[in-house]
């Protein structure tokens, strides 16, 4: 059996995948260099100007009569509630000026404006090559993270390291 070589997508096929990635709920892309996100402005809300249908000529009496749909008007944004814009102020002024990982992280391990710190015993900061190429990021820590103070040690981390072993990383 004879695989045919693929030829390489078209514009239009680049810009359909675009469109379907946006749709889909993608707002950012990988890129080679890193970006400090602590250092960008809030992100404004993506707003897209109301879109009209294209006009279609009715055929039916009954149709002619309906009034014309409008486009509904752009969702509002949804209130922001003060204790966590609050919060959010504070971990941004907490990390304001850090240039590296080490420092990061006793910032983090000294913020207490966090409700998880109630309840944790350890920060789980990184575990692994600080020059590395990819950084994971998960989610709270688990029991299993919090006792060792290391991310990703139980059975889910086990699996990663698994999966990222299979991939050469």
């Known amino acids: ?15 359909a995948a675009l469109q379907w990635l946006e749709a889909m709920g993608a707002d950012g892309y990988v890129a080679e260099e890193p970006v400090n996100r602590f250092g960008l402005a809030d992100p404004q809300p993506l707003l897209r100007p109301a879109t009209r249908a294209p006009k279609v000529p009715f055929t039916s009496t009954e149709a002619s009569r ?11 944004r949804a209130p922001q509630d003060p204790e966590e814009a609050e919060a959010r102020s504070l971990a941004r002024s907490a990390v304001a000026g850090v240039t590296s990982l080490d420092e990061l992280a006793a910032r983090l391990d000294a913020f207490e404006g966090c409700a998880l710190r109630a309840t944790a015993r350890r920060t789980v900061f990184s575990d692994g090559n600080p020059d590395g190429r990819v950084m994971i990021v998960g989610e709270a820590p688990g029991r299993d993270e919090d006792l060792e103070g290391r991310p990703f040690v139980g059975r889910s981390g086990q699996l990663l390291d698994r999966m990222l072993a299979a991939i050469g990383l």
């Open 66 to 76: 309906q009034a014309p749909m409008r486009p509904s008007p752009p969702a509002a």
């Open 1 to 15: 059996m004879t695989v045919a070589a693929k030829s390489p997508p078209t514009e239009g096929e680049l810009i």
